[in-house]
Every structure is written in structure tokens, then in C-alpha cells.
């Protein structure tokens, strides 16, 4: 094996022999000074806290180092002599090279034994009490478990205390002077770490180019053969993002446009013949998981939107605006393969982009390649970025592409929404924005294609006005439709913009929308009722929402899938019914058990009006756990008190003093993970240890939200592991709610067994009807508008997403608020209640963990926008700082659990002031007032709100929770500072 892998190890001076190309460092922040949290370097981790119980001291930077500007990092084995390793991020560097890994070691023992690994080749040293430089070559043959990547560890093999300094690793076979890596700016101790991917100061000059107008396009078929690219510049010399060295496999591009498109061929050569395999198939899946090419278009710099475009081997398309992916171009794609190459060939409409008017002659643009070599992903570009391709900065420059010339294309599409009215009739909404100058009327086509039946078309006219004052004109366009064709979702909807002076389509855009159970309210009756589900309340109360003048006789009745209609009691007996929210009271105390579907209906001198009440009603024998959601204000409801859910995840089901620190921490729940059971056998061999783990649980007052892991193959055995797994541990109280399947998005219908979308609803139904007490869920990591993710909001009562964005963009806090505020409009419309994964981890895949102020401003944020379920992965994090701070924002969750959930308790207000500074105003009973805000950015703002609708101009006050202070009301309107992700609490009495 030595041999084949060719592993050396020696003792090397401080200097090594001179390179004439020296191959860069590729390890982030190996002078450990970039230290978000002190004492816990950036782009280095370990999962040891999770397996140490006492970890303050084990882990941290120290001043003394052999190399200068650099720090060390000492490793101490744990109380009882737990010993433990470190690793670097996992880069997308391939295995099956030939690698260096050279680093400063000492300690504090004489002979102490420690681990060296590049992937998985490794080897062990004897470390004494002086620095000595140690350098290990190996060839690794497998990266690391994210995604084939590479990682390098470090770590102590027997108990004792390690000092680490000046790590680096390099391609070849032998070590070059220590250097940081490119992208590495020098850090001065205490200086604060950047919040997303470091551009090095000499990093090179963005690459430049220029597309070519010819006067007729090529023909798709995938190669650059066409007599009109022979004008073409050539676009070559892709770079990998992670080493700044030429690819390894070469990437040529041609570009050129003619007045109607953007014409860009990729030929992609390999090193190692073979065609390159790829499966995914779906619109938008993850085709960055297999050989692919990317092109970046950013028509308009000052616009901070770019368009991201991306093909795999086989022509499957994903594309998306501003990390929209709901935002689909009509662009078209030829590719082919062959044994030493492949090739992509991209017709984007200009019709298809949002231009704007104001795009100047040069546009930004990359053009970018991933190519999977054993299992791990190489990342090239033409224009060199660092950390990763989304990096507007670095986007090369494309001359040609003239402003007056496209002018005509300068019309946007935005805020686009379909919804039913009545019973015949859809209608599109929207804003034209940007168009050109001198345009004063657009005619839009409409053309909705619902899953079955005829497609359905419909046109109007649209006046624009003055561009100079108004850049934007909202419209409307009515598409008739039957009651059948209503029932037909999804609907893709393709509109086209043409301008009135000319027969080209000068834009157009294509969405699929889903009219869910509770569209935003089109029609003049709404309702829902407060629970999802009763036992023995003797009523229930029904929030009827009326658009419309004042109403009387108001009739409920309820009707189960066979019998009778039911007229239920109410009170106040037969309405009246006013504009606005109204509340009633039914009658329930003698309704068998079952599922109704109710329907309200409202009566006067101006004509009947109905629907049908949103969920419907059901009626359950009393149980001795029951976890209710409240439709009111979307939370959860454990036996009739209000659940604020603060959970910790955590690895496996250990029990201990893994539960006692996290109950000690303030976290009233656990995320745990457990197998569906494929059979009978499986089941009884571990339902003790599970029984065990859910009763250590519970006596440290920690509810379980249980999360199944499903396993591989087909959806039927699948199904019926969950109906088993739910079945055996369904009367335990510890159980919150039932976790179902994680991303589906990213494995469902790529992974074997042919399952489809529509199972993850089929297995939602299934578990409910295992455990109808308590919510099940699937949790996304992309979120559409208007239906969640992948399964639709039908395959879950919880609205759920993970967003990990910590120093992976340049306002990670942003990014945070901006997708939480996409889930709270499209759950609020549904009654549905909310649940987010905060980021917690800081290694593998990830650059850092977050800072404790970021930590409770993600929190802020989430329960600012509904989120009643805060997950957190997971336990436990290196900084012991992080750790400390979540045990007095639990005792702050605490304290807000019973306000907001309140059986009262109603948002009156959400937005944002100061541009960063997020708040929900809440009524939480008795006449009493809470406004929450935070500022999602990481600069010091002055946040105003204006209270006067909800307190009058004579409130003096307000008292600041969590803080021993009040702050002063000026005619009703409240100001105050905010720091970089602080948050304020406001209780006005």
C-alpha cells in the first residue's frame, strides 16, 4: 500500500528547496487568526464538544507560534483522557493526486503520539517539546463525506496536549515555504473575521471580453461549428477556483448575439476518457451534483441581481433569479458527449432576461464548469473567484452588448401571483417594471397550461404612462376558466410582453404556481377554525374574515364524507358579520367524531355569499397526549398549553449528560434522529433503547421532535416503515411531532426505487392517519413562493426550511430574513405554523460558526416571522461563548412562549424599517402590545415605528424587555438604536 500511494514522512527546516511555480496554499486561515468566536478559528472544526462533556479548555488559539503573523492552536485531551482530531473545510479539491501536508507541531509532553491525514491516507507522529516542521505526501483515493471533497486532520492519538501551527497543504510531493492561502487576507489579532468569501488584494484582473453581433444565430446543436462563432473571441483558461491553477480539464467557450439572443457554447475536455454520466432529469433539480457548466449574467451591476443559468451533461436546465428558482427563462440548451469531451450549446433570449433600462454596453458575466472526478466535485472558472461561484465582484466584463441596440427588451416582470375567483375564473397579477422610455402601452399575452385539460389564453393592453414618473404599473389580466379546470394545479403560466411599437416579443417569463387550499384571499368570505383538531372542548371558535358590507344570518354547517348536513350552534347566534376579522363560537359539544367539511354562509339584501371554511373541522376521541396546532396564531398547543419550541438538534439518541446540558442550556426540545423500521424484527431489537431515550426526555422536560430517517430504495416498503416506526411510539409523551423526510429535493426522485413527487404527500397522509395527535412534517432547503418545496405545503403541516448561510454571503443575516419572510406570507395564507433550522455548526462544509449575536438575531428573526419551531444545528458548538448565550435566549423564549401564544394573540403588523431592521407588532391579550425587532444587517442603524393606530398619541412609554430600561414615545411612534444584529423587545401595557 505504501508503495502504490507513495506516503513520505520527514522533518523538514523552516525553508525548503525554491519552486519556480510553487503550488499555493490551499487550507483557509492557517494562521488561526480569523477567529469569528475567540479562541475558535474559522474554516477549521471538530466534533468532539458533542462527545466531551466538560470541553471549555480543550480547544483555542495561543500567541506563541513558530512562523511569524501566525498564531497556534492547542489541542488538550478531554478530563477523562478523550482524545480528539481537527479538521480543515472540505474543499473542492479532487482525491487521486498527489498531496502535500506539511505543519508545525509541539507538545507539552515529551514523545506525545499524533494523527496526520490528507482524505483517507494516514499516518502517525511522535511530537516532542520544541516545533518541529512535519510534512506527510500520500495520494488520497477518497475525500471526505460532503460531497467527495478533501479535507486534512490533525489530532491527538493519546491523552495529553498538542500545539499546531502554520498548516498547509499543496499539490505536489514535497513542501514549499509556509504562505497563507490566495485568498487570505492578513488578520491582525482582534481583528473581526469578513463576513463572506476574502478577495486577496493582488488577487488578478477580472477577465474581459467581447461578444460579437452577428446578423443570423447558429443552429442548436450543441458544438461551436457554425460559421457565425468563427467572429467569436475565445473564452479559455478556466482557473479552479480552490488552488488559482490551470484546470485540469480545460473549458473553451464561444459568444456571440444577434438582435433576438445570447448564443454560448461550451466545449469541455477530459483528461480521462469516457462520456460523463448524468441522471438528473427534473427543471431546476441538482444538476451541480454532476458534471455541468454555469453562465452568470448580471445585465445591470447597480441592479445587485444576477441571472444564474446551469446545464448538466445531458441538457437538464436550472435557472434562477436572485436565488429564485421559481423564475424560469425560455432558454434553450444542446448538448452532446463523447469520450474525450463534451459540450453545451445556450440560446437565452433576450426577451427572457430581466435587462432593465438602465443596463449599460458592458455587462458583468462568468462563465463556470464543475467536473466530478472520483466522486469529488473540481469547480473552474473563466473569471477567477474565490470560495465559491456567486461572487458578483468577480464576474468578468462582456463588451457588445449595446444598450441602445436591446433597449427594446428593457420591460420586467415582478410580483406575479395567480389565484381563483369564484368558480370561473383565474387572475394573474403582477407590475411591469422598467420599460422603455419611449413605450407607452405593452399588450401582454397570458397563456396558463394546467396539469389537465386545455391549455387557456387571454390578452390585454396595458398603459405605461411616463417611465420618469412611475417606473412601475402594476395590472391584471382575467383568464375565464371552468370549475374543473380550477382543480388542475399546477398551472404553468407563460407571459409575453410585446411592445407596442414593434411584433418582437420583447419579454417573457414562464411560472408555475399551485392554488394551495388557502390562496391570499381573493373572494369576500374567508375562515378557518383556531384548532386543527378538537377532543373534548365544548367549543369551537371560528375566525371568519369578511370583505364587504355588514352581514346577517350567518349559517355554519358541517358535513361528514357521508350523511347529513349539520347546522352548528352559534355565538353570537347568527352573525351579525362585520367587515373584518369576526369570531364565533360553535357548538361542538355533542359532534361525533370525525372529519367535516364545513361551510359558512352569509345572507342579506345584497346576494349570498359563501365558502368553504379552510381545513374544515375534525373531532377526535380525547387522548392522553395531545399536540394541537392553533390556526390563530400558529403555534402549537402541548395539552392546551402554548409550546414555543427551542430545540437542540443532536446526533443519534444519546442519553446522560448530553440531555442534562442541554436542558441546562434553557432548550425545552430535541431534534433526534431515528430509523424507520423495515420490519417487525428491526423494531423490537431497538424499541427499548428508544423507549429509554423518549422517558430520559421527558423527566428533563424536553419534548422529541422525532425525525425518521426513511432509508433507500422504493416509496411502498418505505411508507410502511413509517406507519410502523409512528405506530409503536405514538403514546409517548415526550413526542412532539413526527419529522418525515429531510431535503427531499436533493435525493427523492434522483436516489433508486422510482419515487415520485406526489408520494411525499401520499406518505404525510399515512402518518397522519397513523398519529392524527400530533403534526407531521418534511423540512426543504429551498423554498418556492406560493407552495414551499419540493411535495408542496399539502405534504406537511409545518412549513419548514434549513438555511445555513454563516460566511458564505456577504450579509448572511439578509439572506436569513429575506427567506423567512417568503415562508411567513405563504404559511400565514394557510394558518400553517412554521419551523427554521439556525445554523449552529461551524466545519466540514460550513466556514464558521455563527457569533452569539447572530445566533439570537437568527432566532429574532425567525420568531419575528411566525416561527414557532426554532431548530438548531446542532449540538454542540466549539465556542464556548456560543454555547453560554443560549441559555439565557431560552429563558427569553420563555418569557415570550405564553404572549404570543395567547389564545388572543394576533400580528397586527410585520415589515422592515431602517432597511435592515425587521419587527412584528403583536395584540397578546388583555389589551396589551408587543413589537419585536431586529437588525438583520451588521451595521448601526436608528429603527422608528410608528404606533400611533394601535396606542394613540398618549402613550408616554414602553418597557424594553430583556434590557432593565424603557424608551420614551413621541406621538406615538417609537425610535431606537440598533447595533449589528441586535434585537429589541417592546412591551406596551
Avoid at 436591446?406 to 406575479?416: K, N, Q, V
Avoid at 381545513?615 to 402554548?642: C, D, H, I, Q, W
Wanted: glycine share 8%.
Amino acid at each position: 500500500m505504501i508503495a502504490q500511494v507513495l506516503m513520505a514522512l520527514v522533518l523538514c527546516p523552516v525553508y525548503a528547496a525554491p519552486q519556480d511555480q510553487p503550488s499555493p496554499n490551499i487550507l483557509r486561515n492557517s494562521a488561526f487568526t480569523a477567529c469569528a468566536n475567540p479562541g475558535v478559528p474559522d474554516w477549521w472544526g471538530t466534533g468532539a464538544p458533542e462527545r466531551i462533556e466538560h470541553w471549555e479548555g480543550c480547544y483555542g488559539t495561543e500567541e506563541d507560534s513558530p512562523v511569524p503573523g501566525t498564531r497556534s492552536l492547542r489541542l488538550t485531551s478531554g478530563p477523562k483522557g478523550q482524545c480528539f482530531s481537527v479538521q480543515s473545510h472540505a474543499y473542492g479539491t479532487p482525491p487521486g493526486r498527489e498531496y502535500t501536508f506539511s505543519i508545525y507541531l509541539k507538545s507539552r509532553e515529551p514523545g506525545l503520539v499524533a494523527a496526520l491525514s490528507i482524505g483517507d491516507r494516514s499516518t502517525r507522529v511522535t511530537v516532542g517539546t520544541e516545533w518541529q516542521r512535519h510534512v506527510f505526501t500520500a495520494t488520497p483515493q477518497k475525500g471526505h463525506w460532503a460531497r467527495g471533497r478533501l479535507v486534512v486532520r490533525f489530532g491527538l492519538v493519546k491523552p495529553g496536549t498538542l500545539w499546531v501551527a502554520a498548516p498547509q497543504l499543496e499539490l505536489g510531493d514535497h513542501a514549499t515555504p509556509y504562505r497563507p492561502a490566495d485568498a487570505d487576507r492578513p488578520a491582525a489579532p482582534g481583528e473581526p473575521a469578513p463576513t463572506g468569501p476574502a478577495i486577496p488584494a493582488d488577487a488578478p484582473p477580472v477577465a474581459q471580453a467581447t461578444c460579437r453581433k452577428v446578423r443570423r444565430g447558429p443552429e442548436l446543436d450543441g458544438r461551436a461549428a457554425d460559421a457565425c462563432y468563427e467572429q467569436a473571441e475565445r473564452l479559455g483558461g478556466f482557473t479552479d477556483i480552490t488552488t488559482g491553477r490551470p484546470a485540469e480539464d480545460q473549458t473553451e467557450c464561444r459568444v456571440v448575439r444577434d438582435q433576438r439572443a445570447l448564443y454560448i457554447a461550451f466545449r469541455c475536455l477530459q483528461t480521462r476518457a469516457g462520456k460523463v454520466p448524468a441522471k438528473v432529469t427534473r427543471r431546476d433539480g441538482a444538476v451541480f451534483g454532476e458534471d455541468s457548466v454555469e453562465v452568470f449574467l448580471q445585465p445591470n451591476p447597480a441592479d445587485g441581481r444576477y441571472i444564474h443559468l446551469a446545464v448538466n451533461a445531458i441538457g437538464t436546465q436550472f435557472d434562477e433569479l436572485g436565488f429564485d428558482t421559481t423564475w424560469d427563462a425560455q432558454w434553450r440548451v444542446a448538448t452532446y458527449r463523447e469520450e474525450s469531451e463534451w459540450g453545451a450549446e445556450l440560446k437565452i433570449p433576450f426577451a427572457s432576461l430581466p435587462i432593465g433600462s438602465e443596463a449599460p454596453d458592458e455587462w458583468r458575466v462568468n462563465l463556470c464548469r464543475t467536473a466530478v472526478r472520483d466522486g469529488a466535485r473540481v469547480h473552474s472558472a473563466w473569471s477567477r473567484v474565490y470560495g465559491g461561484f456567486h461572487q458578483p465582484a468577480r464576474f468578468g466584463k462582456l463588451a457588445g452588448m449595446s444598450r441602445s441596440d436591446l433597449a427594446i427588451y428593457a420591460y420586467e416582470l415582478a410580483d406575479l401571483a395567480l389565484a381563483a375567483e369564484g368558480t370561473n375564473k383565474l387572475v394573474l397579477r403582477g407590475r411591469i417594471v422598467s420599460w422603455p422610455a419611449l413605450a407607452r402601452s405593452a399588450r401582454l399575452t397570458v397563456t396558463v397550461r394546467p396539469a389537465r385539460g386545455k391549455s387557456l389564453r387571454s390578452e390585454r393592453t396595458v398603459e405605461l404612462g411616463d417611465l420618469a414618473k412611475s417606473p412601475t404599473v402594476p395590472f391584471s389580466v382575467t383568464i375565464p376558466a371552468d370549475a374543473d379546470t380550477l382543480q388542475a394545479g399546477p398551472f404553468r403560466v407563460s407571459v409575453r410582453v410585446y411592445n407596442a411599437r414593434s411584433r418582437i416579443a420583447a419579454h417573457r417569463v414562464a411560472r408555475t404556481f399551485v392554488l394551495t387550499r388557502a390562496a391570499p384571499q381573493e373572494g369576500p368570505l374567508w375562515a378557518v377554525f383556531e384548532r386543527s383538531y378538537y377532543t373534548n372542548e365544548p367549543t369551537a371558535r371560528l375566525l371568519v374574515r369578511w370583505q364587504g358590507a355588514p352581514r346577517t344570518a350567518v349559517h355554519v354547517t358541517a358535513r361528514r364524507a357521508e350523511g347529513e348536513p349539520i347546522a352548528l350552534s352559534l355565538s353570537p347566534a347568527g352573525g351579525p358579520l362585520a367587515p373584518g376579522d369576526n369570531l364565533l363560537a360553535c357548538d361542538i359539544k355533542s359532534l361525533p367524531t370525525g372529519e367535516y367539511r364545513v361551510t359558512v354562509s352569509a345572507g342579506s339584501g345584497h346576494g349570498p355569499a359563501e365558502c368553504e371554511v379552510l381545513y374544515g373541522l375534525t373531532k377526535l376521541a380525547p387522548a392522553k397526549t395531545e399536540v394541537k396546532m392553533s390556526r390563530f396564531n400558529r403555534g402549537l398547543l402541548v395539552n392546551g398549553e402554548p409550546f414555543l419550541a427551542y430545540a437542540q438538534g443532536i446526533h443519534g439518541a444519546n442519553t446522560g449528560w448530553w440531555l442534562d446540558d442541554i436542558a441546562e442550556h434553557g432548550f425545552n426540545a430535541v431534534v433526534a434522529s431515528f430509523p424507520m423500521y423495515r420490519s417487525d424484527e428491526e423494531l423490537q431489537k431497538d424499541a427499548e433503547r428508544v423507549r429509554g431515550f423518549l422517558d430520559e426526555c421527558l423527566r428533563h422536560s424536553l419534548r422529541v421532535v422525532f425525525w425518521l430517517h426513511p432509508g433507500k430504495g422504493a416509496y411502498p416498503p418505505m411508507r410502511e416503515a413509517a406507519v410502523r416506526t409512528i405506530t409503536a411510539f405514538r403514546d409517548h409523551p415526550a413526542i412532539l411531532c413526527w419529522y418525515l423526510v429531510d431535503e427531499p429535493e436533493g435525493w427523492w426522485e434522483q436516489s433508486e426505487g422510482g419515487k415520485q413527487e406526489a408520494d411525499l404527500v401520499d406518505l404525510y397522509r399515512a402518518a397522519k392517519a397513523a398519529d392524527p395527535y400530533r403534526p407531521s412534517q418534511i423540512n426543504w432547503y429551498s423554498w418556492r413562493p406560493g407552495r414551499g418545496g419540493y411535495g408542496t405545503l399539502d405534504a406537511t403541516d409545518l412549513g419548514s426550511l434549513d438555511r445555513y448561510p454563516i460566511a458564505r454571503t456577504a450579509n448572511p443575516m439578509k439572506s436569513i430574513a429575506d427567506i423567512v419572510s417568503l415562508m411567513n406570507t405563504d404559511c400565514r395564507h394557510r394558518a400553517q405554523p412554521t419551523a427554521f433550522w439556525c445554523q449552529m455548526y461551524g466545519y466540514d462544509d460550513a466556514v464558521r460558526e455563527p457569533t452569539p449575536a447572530e445566533e439570537r438575531c437568527m432566532t429574532y428573526l425567525c420568531l419575528i416571522r411566525g416561527m414557532r419551531l426554532v431548530y438548531y444545528f446542532i449540538y454542540k458548538p466549539m465556542s464556548p461563548d456560543l454555547w453560554a448565550s443560549m441559555k439565557p435566549l431560552g429563558d427569553e423564549i420563555a418569557t415570550l412562549e405564553p404572549l404570543l401564544g395567547h389564545p388572543d394573540a394576533r400580528e397586527l403588523a410585520v415589515g422592515t424599517t431602517a432597511d435592515t431592521v425587521h419587527y412584528s407588532l403583536w395584540r397578546t391579550g388583555d389589551d396589551e402590545l408587543l413589537l419585536m425587532a431586529a437588525n438583520a444587517g451588521y451595521e448601526r442603524v436608528e429603527g422608528t415605528f410608528d404606533l400611533s393606530a394601535e396606542v394613540g398619541l398618549g402613550r408616554k412609554a414602553a418597557a424594553v424587555l430583556f434590557e432593565d430600561r424603557s424608551i420614551k414615545l413621541r406621538g406615538g411612534k417609537l425610535t431606537d438604536s440598533f447595533e449589528p444584529c441586535a434585537r429589541h423587545v417592546y412591551r406596551l401595557k
